[in-house]
């Protein structure tokens, strides 16, 4: 009874898990470059129950041994291990701004992607698909959260205004002649990539991606005053969230079911 008590629990937790993922992907709809993430649902390991009965089975060379008889085995619940983002790309809109950008994958090799590097106050490498850059009081192009958006060579870049042009291959030249190259960096296996708040990814050992201009065979389209929408499918996540409410409410009543269960056996039962 108790076993399954816990395995009605820990559906109950995962579909709790999966309706905040659920949740998260439909508050960001409309966050430009957001990533949906989709749940990795996976079961504990089953049970093999087995019964021990007292009739000893005699073996040739005398020993009586225990005779266990197989009753089956039984499910102990289920888990969401992680949250996966897609990394497929999202719709592209314009916007009319200069300085908002979006990336294009044209030809990804190994189901890869590229992503703008940006800088975090504390010197550390970032990526992002959000394009939804400005230029700060500095001259410093910026993410709309304030991280530096780095050139080829790892540098901020410095632009004497907002006025500024991007060619599809990434080169940027500003209103007084200045010149950089955006720091398009490649990932060959972005699920590897662990996900940040604010549309940031970071890889998991730390090391910078490589660009993805020097990368063979990828090959990518960067648009000026337009910006990547988030990839999250509004109808297919309400369905999803619906189905999980109600996942859940059916681990519940079992719940219910199960405690209903145990106070009869611990106040009728119990007093015979």
């Known amino acids: ?11 109950m937790l995962a579909q709790q898990r999966r309706t905040e993922m659920l949740t998260n992907n439909m508050s960001n709809a409309n966050t430009p470059g957001y990533k949906a993430d989709q749940a990795a649902m996976r079961a504990f390991p089953e049970m093999l129950l087995e019964r021990f009965d007292k ?3 005699p073996t040739e060379n005398g ?12 499910q ?4 969401m291990q992680e949250a996966i983002p897609k990394f497929i790309q999202g719709d592209v809109r314009e916007t009319g ?3 908002d950008l979006a990336l294009l994958d044209v030809n990804m090799p190994d189901n890869g992607s590229v ?8 010197g550390t490498v970032r990526y992002t698909r959000n394009g939804n850059f400005t230029v700060d009081a500095k001259g410093n192009l910026t993410t709309g959260s304030g991280q530096y958006v780095l050139d080829a060579a790892g540098q901020p870049i410095q632009l004497s205004s907002d006025r500024y042009t991007v060619s599809e291959g990434g080169n940027l030249t500003g209103e007084n002649g200045e010149k950089a190259m955006l720091g398009v960096a490649y990932a060959n296996n972005p699920l590897r ?3 940040e708040g604010d549309g940031l990814f ?3 050992n730390g090391a910078e991606l490589p660009l993805a201009a020097g990368t063979r065979g990828v090959q990518f389209r960067t648009q000026q005053g337009f910006l990547e929408q988030s990839n999250v499918d509004v109808s297919r996540t309400m369905t999803d969230m619906m189905t999980a409410y109600r996942a859940f409410e059916a681990n519940q009543k079992i719940l219910q079911a199960y405690d209903k269960s145990m106070e009869k056996a611990a106040n009728e039962i119990g007093r015979l």
């Open 1 to 11: 009874m108790f076993r399954g008590f816990y395995t009605a629990a820990s559906g």
């Open 55 to 57: 009739v000893q089975i």
């Open 63 to 74: 020993l009586n041994l225990p005779f266990n008889r197989e009753i089956g085995t039984l």
């Open 202 to 204: 970071r890889t998991e």
């Open 193 to 195: 990539m662990v996900k």
């Open 97 to 99: 701004r200069k300085t």
């Open 115 to 122: 992503f703008f590097t940006v800088q975090n106050g504390d």
């Open 76 to 79: 102990t619940g289920v888990y």
